[in-house]
């Protein structure tokens, strides 16, 4: 088993920043590949980014790149999702997840542990 608690989230302004945390506990940090999704009421879960359980790999959905950074400390057991020029549309419940499998998954089905949820919301 393995625990998550996100952090972070809030209301800010259409080109502001916010940094989400997601600290794990339960297993070996540094053993979990990490991932961020996000869920927008009403509409399926959306792959944002995964990480590499050593951090020196990472991926991040066409709608976030080159404006939202994942990251993470092995010894804090701890991954963040540094979310920059933030948009209206980037409005959502973020969570972060376990993937147990191979690779970096972008499919919400592979992750086995799910955080509850931190709310983003950005005004326009």
């Known amino acids: 088993q393995v625990q998550l608690v996100e952090s972070g989230g809030g209301l800010v302004q259409a080109g502001g920043s916010l940094r989400l945390a997601c600290a794990a506990s339960g297993r070996t940090f540094s053993s979990l590949r990490m991932g961020w999704f996000r869920q927008v009421s009403g509409k399926e879960r959306e792959f944002v980014a995964v990480i590499a359980r050593s951090g020196g790999s990472t991926y991040y959905a066409d709608s976030v790149k080159g404006r939202f950074t994942i990251s993470r400390d092995n010894a804090k057991n701890t991954v963040y999702l540094q979310m920059n020029s933030l948009k209206a549309e980037d409005t959502a419940v973020y969570y972060c997840?376990?993937?147990?499998?191979?690779?970096?998954?972008?499919?919400?089905?592979?992750?086995?542990?799910w955080g509850q949820g931190t709310q983003v919301t950005v005004s326009s």
């Open positions: 997840a376990v993937h147990t499998g191979w690779g970096l998954s972008l499919i919400p089905r592979e992750y086995a542990y």
